[in-house]
C-alpha cells in the first residue's frame, strides 16, 4: 500500500459523497439507539425514551472501539444500574439488544451468502460454493429462532443464574428486521464511500465477513482487520488504495466521530443519573 495514495484518495472525496455517507451513519445510530427500546417493551421497565436511546447509543460507540464486553456490556450495566433498573432487567435488555443485532446478522448473511456469495481469493480455506452452505446454515438458524418465539411450549429457561423467556414471534420479527436494517445502513455507508462502482450485495457480504473476522481475532474495532479483508477481497475490482481509503474514511465516520461525541455526552448521562439517584 502506498499511503500517500491513500492520503490524496481521502482529500479527494467530494463534500456530497462525505455527507451521503455521514447521513447513513447517523441513520444507522438512530436505529440501533431503538434496540434497547426492544428490551424496555420486553420487561416493561419503566426508564423514559429518551435515556433508553442515550445509553444505547453511548454503549454502541464504545462497543465498537473497544469490543463487546467493554462497550456493548460494561457501559449498560454501569448506566442502566445508576438509572435504578435491577440486574436481571439489565441482563435481559442487554441481550435482547444485543441478539438483535445478531439475530440481523443471520438472517441477512443467509440471503447474502447464499444468493450472491462475494468472490473469494483463492488462497483462502472456502470457497464460493462452500459459502453458499454456510448462509443456507445461517438462514435456517435465524427461521429456527422464529420459529422458537412462535410455537415453543417452554417460552422460559435458565442461564446463568437468571430467567430469559423467549420474546413474542412480533418482537423477534423485529429484532431480525431492525438488526438487518442496521447491516444494511453500515453497508450503504461503504457502498457511498467507495463510489458505488462495487456493487451494494458485493459491499454488503465483504462486511459481514469482516464482522465475523472481527469476532474471530478478538481485536477491539476490528482494527486492521475490516481493511485486511476488504483490500484482499476488492483489490481485484478497484485499487487497492481506494479500497483502503474508502475504510478509513468509514472508519472515522462511523466509529472514531461517534466516539468522541459518546466521550462527551457520557459524563452528562453520569451527572443525570446521580441526580435521579439523590
Not at 31 to 56: E, P
Not at 77 to 94: N, P
Amino acid at each position: 500500500i502506498d499511503w500517500r495514495q491513500v492520503h490524496a484518495a481521502l482529500q479527494d472525496y467530494p463534500l456530497a459523497t462525505l455527507g451521503s455517507a455521514a447521513a447513513l451513519a447517523a441513520a444507522s445510530y438512530l436505529l440501533y439507539s431503538c434496540f434497547d427500546l426492544l428490551g424496555r417493551r420486553y420487561t416493561g421497565h419503566a426508564l423514559g425514551t429518551r435515556t433508553v436511546m442515550s445509553v444505547t447509543l453511548v454503549s454502541y460507540a464504545f462497543n465498537l472501539n473497544l469490543g463487546s464486553v467493554v462497550g456493548g456490556v460494561a457501559f449498560r450495566y454501569r448506566l442502566y444500574a445508576r438509572l435504578g433498573l435491577g440486574l436481571g432487567a439489565i441482563t435481559r435488555v442487554t441481550s435482547l439488544s444485543m441478539l438483535a443485532n445478531w439475530i440481523g446478522y443471520l438472517a441477512l448473511g443467509g440471503l447474502v451468502f447464499g444468493l450472491q456469495p462475494p468472490s473469494l481469493p483463492p488462497g483462502w480455506r472456502i470457497d464460493s460454493a462452500q459459502l453458499r452452505l454456510i448462509g443456507a446454515l445461517l438462514l435456517a438458524l435465524a427461521i429456527a429462532y422464529l420459529g422458537a418465539c412462535a410455537f415453543s411450549r417452554q417460552r422460559a429457561f435458565r442461564l446463568r443464574g437468571h430467567r430469559v423467556e423467549l420474546p413474542s414471534l412480533g418482537l423477534a420479527g423485529l429484532q431480525i428486521a431492525m438488526g438487518a436494517g442496521n447491516w444494511l445502513l453500515m453497508s450503504g455507508i461503504l457502498f457511498v464511500l467507495l463510489g458505488q462502482r462495487i456493487d451494494f450485495f458485493s459491499v454488503t457480504g465483504v462486511l459481514l465477513l469482516a464482522a465475523v473476522a472481527g469476532v474471530i481475532t478478538h481485536i477491539p474495532g476490528n482494527l486492521g482487520v475490516l481493511e485486511a479483508v476488504f483490500v484482499a477481497l476488492l483489490a481485484p475490482r478497484m485499487a487497492a488504495h481506494e479500497v483502503l481509503a474508502a475504510v478509513v474514511a468509514y472508519r472515522i465516520l462511523y466509529y472514531l466521530i461517534p466516539l468522541g461525541l459518546a466521550m462527551l455526552i457520557y459524563p452528562a448521562m453520569e451527572a443525570k443519573a446521580r441526580h435521579q439517584r439523590t
